[in-house]
């Protein structure tokens, strides 16, 4: 019983409108899992007593079972879930049940298209947790009484979903959390006991308390003859789920059903996971692993404050959920859970970060997540669409870990010039089983874009050749090249660099050719280097052009072009890189420029080139206008 003192009202957070407002419209095609979000609720609020009480049994008063429980009422036409579990105070109410806390919230609301479809799958992305409820009821009214708080400074909150809800303090007498859902007028089959159940089995089986409903009391029965009789069985609270920990039951007994339940139950995901690899390891250490691969990347992916890492048991006591430490950063799209038997109960973050324990557990899960990918890699169009997904997440890898290395590059996935498009699905030993006779280095580019990159001049050798080149343009690719220089004993070079010598791929004609010509322009590289002077650091003869007159590279050791722009936009000063200018000796324009006799003019033609040539490779001028001036002085000399 309660008495109910005054109500206070209180608006809610206006994402949380937004969101009532599109899950009770998106999702309404799938509205028995609100069953599935409470009660998972239910369970976290069981697993967080159960760590508080480690270090104050107190919290369990005299009510040590923890269970959630299921009651249906057809007069009143509602359904309560009732937990025994942590209970909030009336601050946690209100930051719990009328604000959204999550990083990233305003992004993901600048998502929403308004078709419902789509916004459906983000907002299974999102979470909708609790707020669920209002898809099935018009009113939600929970009573809350904090472990450990007296009865009377119990909390009711309640709200039919639309901009407020009131709150009142009430007495309530055994802790924990009731959510009593006043279903609406066309959501009566959740009043009906079989329902209710089929649901548990099918979202909840997994949950490791008891989820229990009312078995009424069965009378006493006739039996088979006139003197048997079968005992009266009096009412009860009946466990309608295995209540046992998912993770701790042989891999044999579990379906996939009941792993991609669990999955959604730890992740807050809506949608099935790709793949998952369930693990007892015994040894030097003991623990169990969970892990999972989404198949969609979360909203927050990028956003630096966002929470990832696993979900820590330590002998099947929950203990913290994102637990960063058994994961590098480049795997953190991993869901899943550990439970160690070598942990102390008492671990807290500060412990976990300095225990020898966590880092060979953290090297066991890292490289069972990998292997996990090794595994979905030999399925072309899964692993396709995880790349699609995280790929750029995984490029983070080899910089971050160096110990894996090797398995992560054999993981990673290009665009190049064998197709056609700039889908990244090329691998390294794809290109190593296409290499030329003779070719004994992985070739690659990095640009702005996959149309800067295709169409770079660097590119004009090679294709003369048909030498395959990886094309690679996301933000993160000069990084990565920076850390991934060799793959199978093949180096990996830049082709925009200087010292690139494909003279092993030359035929002895070539070689003639290259000398010849080099002989013969020498005289020709000298007033270019005379003209040009100090802005560049030499001139050579170029053997990697057949298209265009003229290109840059950098020398093989300074900083490449790509990287000089990434440390631009983000503010640094960056110390100044001569370009080591190549001409193309067989170009129409530079055997015009080459027979130009008047030095001002030759000098005039060779900055043209090079500001050209700059341009192309880089994308801009330091000084555009003197460029164009330059160049229509030099089309205007040609018409007269
Ligand atoms: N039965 C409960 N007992 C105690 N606290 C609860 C209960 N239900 C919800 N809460 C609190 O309210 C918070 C918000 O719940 P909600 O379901 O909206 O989000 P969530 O579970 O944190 O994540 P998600 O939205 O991804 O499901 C929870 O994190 C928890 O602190």
Same mark, same amino acid.
């Given at each position: 019983m309660s008495e109910t003192a005054q109500k206070q009202t209180h608006g809610f957070q206006a994402e949380v409108k937004q969101l009532l407002q599109l899950m009770i419209h998106s999702l309404y095609s799938n509205k028995e899992i609100f069953l599935r979000e409470l009660v998972s609720n239910a369970s976290d609020a069981a697993d967080k007593l159960r760590f508080l009480a480690l270090s104050d049994a107190s919290l369990y008063g005299d009510d040590g079972e923890l269970r959630v429980r299921l009651s249906l009422d057809k007069e009143a036409k509602t359904i309560t879930i009732s937990d025994n579990g942590i209970g909030m105070t009336e601050q946690e109410v209100i930051d719990n049940l009328g604000t959204i806390a999550k990083s990233g919230t305003k992004e993901f609301f600048s998502q929403l298209s308004g078709d419902q479809n789509k916004d459906a799958n983000l907002i299974g992305q999102f979470g909708v947790g609790f707020y669920s409820a209002f898809i099935v009821a018009d009113k939600v009214t929970v009573r809350t009484l904090k472990a450990g708080a007296a009865a009377e400074q119990a909390v009711e909150w309640e709200s039919t979903g639309e901009g407020e809800y009131s709150l009142a303090t009430v007495k309530k007498e055994q802790r924990g959390t009731d959510i009593i859902l006043h279903l609406r007028d066309d959501e009566h089959e959740f009043l009906e006991e079989y329902k209710v159940k089929s649901i548990i089995t099918k979202y909840s089986d997994h949950i490791s308390i008891p989820v229990e409903m009312w078995q009424d009391e069965q009378p006493e029965q006739?039996?088979?003859?006139?003197?048997?009789?079968?005992?009266?069985?009096?009412?009860?609270?009946?466990?309608?789920?295995?209540?046992?920990?998912?993770?701790?039951?042989?891999?044999?007994?579990?379906?996939?059903?009941?792993?991609?339940?669990?999955?959604?139950?730890?992740?807050?995901?809506?949608?099935?996971?790709?793949?998952?690899?369930?693990?007892?390891?015994?040894?030097?250490?003991?623990?169990?692993?969970?892990?999972?691969?989404?198949?969609?990347?979360?909203?927050?992916?990028?956003?630096?404050?966002? #929470?990832?890492?696993?979900?820590?048991?330590? #002998?099947?006591?929950?203990?913290?959920?994102?637990?960063?430490?058994?994961?590098?950063?480049?795997?953190?799209?991993?869901?899943?859970?550990?439970?160690?038997?070598?942990?102390?109960?008492?671990?807290?973050?500060?412990?976990?970060?300095?225990?020898?324990?966590?880092?060979?557990?953290?090297?066991?899960?890292?490289?069972?997540?990998?292997?996990?990918?090794?595994?979905?890699?030999?399925?072309?169009?899964?692993y396709q669409a995880f790349w699609n997904e995280f790929g750029q997440v995984l490029k983070e890898g080899p910089a971050e870990d160096f110990a894996n290395k090797d398995k992560i590059a054999g993981l990673l996935r290009f665009a190049s010039t064998h197709n056609d498009d700039a889908s990244q699905n090329v691998s390294l030993s794809d290109y190593l089983g296409r290499m030329k006779e003779g070719q004994d280095e992985i070739?690659?580019?990095?640009?702005?874009?996959?149309?800067?990159?295709?169409?770079?001049?660097?590119?004009?050798?090679?294709?003369?050749?048909?030498?395959?080149?990886?094309?690679?343009?996301?933000?993160?690719?000069?990084?990565?090249?920076?850390?991934?220089?060799?793959?199978?004993?093949?180096?990996?070079?830049?082709?925009?660099?200087?010292?690139?010598?494909?003279?092993?791929?030359?035929?002895?004609?070539?070689?003639?050719?290259?000398?010849?010509?080099?002989?013969?322009?020498?005289?020709?590289?000298?007033?270019?280097?005379?003209?040009?002077?100090?802005?560049?650091?030499?001139?050579?003869?170029?053997?990697?052009?057949?298209?265009?007159?003229?290109?840059?590279?950098?020398?093989?050791?300074?900083?490449?072009?790509?990287?000089?722009?990434?440390?631009?936009?983000?503010?640094?000063?960056?110390?100044?890189?001569?370009?080591?200018?190549?001409?193309?000796?067989?170009?129409?324009?530079?055997?015009?420029?080459?027979?130009?006799?008047?030095?001002?003019?030759?000098?005039?033609?060779?900055?043209?080139?090079?500001?050209?040539?700059?341009?192309?490779?880089?994308?801009?001028?330091?000084?555009?206008?003197?460029?164009?001036?330059?160049?229509?002085?030099?089309?205007?000399?040609?018409?007269?």
């Open positions: 006739k039996g088979e003859t006139e003197e048997d009789t079968i005992a009266a069985v009096p009412g009860h609270w009946q466990a309608i789920n295995k209540a046992t920990a998912l993770w701790t039951r042989d891999k044999s007994d579990i379906s996939d059903e009941e792993y991609q339940e669990f999955y959604k139950h730890i992740s807050h995901d809506w949608t099935e996971p790709m793949s998952w690899s369930h693990n007892k390891v015994e040894g030097t250490n003991n623990y169990t692993s969970l892990l999972y691969i989404p198949k969609k990347a979360p909203f927050d992916l990028w956003n630096r404050d966002a #929470q990832h890492g696993l979900k820590l048991y330590v #002998q099947r006591v929950f203990i913290m959920d994102d637990a960063e430490e058994f994961m590098p950063s480049y795997l953190r799209f991993f869901k899943g859970l550990l439970d160690s038997s070598d942990l102390p109960l008492n671990v807290s973050r500060e412990i976990l970060q300095d225990t020898k324990v966590t880092q060979s557990l953290r090297k066991g899960c890292t490289n069972r997540a990998l292997k996990m990918l090794e595994k979905l890699a030999k399925d072309g169009d899964s070739f690659f580019l990095v640009a702005d874009n996959y149309a800067a990159a295709k169409h770079s001049p660097h590119l004009e050798v090679f294709r003369k050749k048909g030498i395959e080149v990886l094309l690679l343009s996301d933000r993160i690719d000069e990084w990565l090249m920076q850390h991934l220089t060799e793959f199978e004993q093949k180096k990996l070079r830049s082709v925009a660099k200087g010292g690139l010598d494909l003279s092993k791929l030359d035929d002895d004609a070539d070689k003639e050719a290259h000398k010849a010509s080099e002989e013969a322009f020498a005289s020709t590289i000298e007033r270019f280097k005379a003209a040009l002077g100090e802005q560049v650091k030499d001139v050579k003869v170029s053997h990697r052009l057949t298209d265009s007159p003229a290109c840059v590279v950098t020398d093989e050791h300074d900083m490449s072009t790509q990287m000089m722009k990434l440390m631009e936009s983000v503010g640094q000063t960056i110390p100044e890189v001569k370009p080591i200018f190549e001409v193309n000796p067989d170009h129409l324009l530079v055997k015009h420029v080459a027979d130009e006799q008047d030095e001002s003019r030759f000098k005039e033609w060779a900055e043209v080139l090079l500001e050209q040539a700059l341009l192309a490779e880089r994308g801009s001028l330091k000084n555009p206008a003197t460029f164009v001036g330059r160049l229509n002085q030099l089309l205007l000399s040609l018409t007269k």
